[in-house]
């Protein structure tokens, strides 16, 4: 059975009526009521912050990259500085109670790394190796303060070294502050 032009010229024709009469796939989901009602309170771009335990340790850097989503919600991509290490961070954010909510997971590890003190004490006395590996994470959850971008963190992590050694698990409350 041949096809005439005319005849595939109307198939098509149908075709695409027919898919643009689908709004379910062709509309952009509708933005939540409570995402709707609020004002975007980051945007695109990127956000440090400082990230203090107050044990006296230098305080940790956290960098974001935010992505605004059409549901009212972030994405985050970006990495925690340690002393030692860069983890790779990511996660997401949404207003809820008036709050900024940050949940993130970081991972990473460093390799060859000068030994530290807090990692020393972990071997048997004189059996510390000069350098060590390491490997682990953390877990953060992040309420701040939408006018400030300040406020506090929770952090459980933990951290594999050479010799199968645990440093961890941990878990820290800290005061987060937005750089400038």
Same mark, same amino acid.
């Given at each position: ?74 994405? *985050? %991509?970006? @990495?925690?500085?340690?002393?030692? #290490?860069?983890?790779?961070? &990511?996660?997401? =954010?949404?207003?809820?109670? $008036?709050?900024?909510?940050?949940? *993130? %997971?970081? @991972?990473?590890?460093?390799?060859? #790394?000068?030994?530290?003190? &807090?990692?020393? =004490?972990?071997?048997?006395? $004189? ?54």
């Amino acid at each position: 059975m041949k096809i005439s032009l005319q005849q595939a010229l109307r198939a098509a024709a149908f075709g695409v009526a027919l898919c643009a009469g689908l709004p379910a796939q062709a509309a952009p989901a509708a933005p939540t009521p409570q995402a709707a009602a609020a004002s975007p309170i980051l945007s695109a771009g990127e956000y440090r912050w400082t990230i203090d335990d107050g044990q006296g340790e230098p305080p940790y850097t956290l960098r974001l990259y935010v992505q605004p989503l059409p549901t009212g919600d972030y994405a *985050l %991509t970006g @990495s925690l500085l340690l002393d030692d #290490a860069e983890l790779g961070a &990511s996660g997401s =954010a949404r207003v809820r109670d $008036g709050k900024l909510v940050l949940d *993130l %997971t970081a @991972s990473g590890g460093v390799l060859q #790394a000068p030994m530290e003190d &807090s990692k020393r =004490a972990l071997y048997p006395k $004189g059996g510390a190796p000069a350098r060590v590996d390491s490997a682990g994470f953390a877990t953060m959850r992040a309420l701040l303060d939408p006018t400030t971008l300040g406020g506090v963190m929770q952090r459980y992590q933990t951290n594999v070294m050479t010799g199968h050694l645990v440093q961890g698990p941990m878990y820290a409350n800290s005061v987060i502050r937005r750089q400038p």
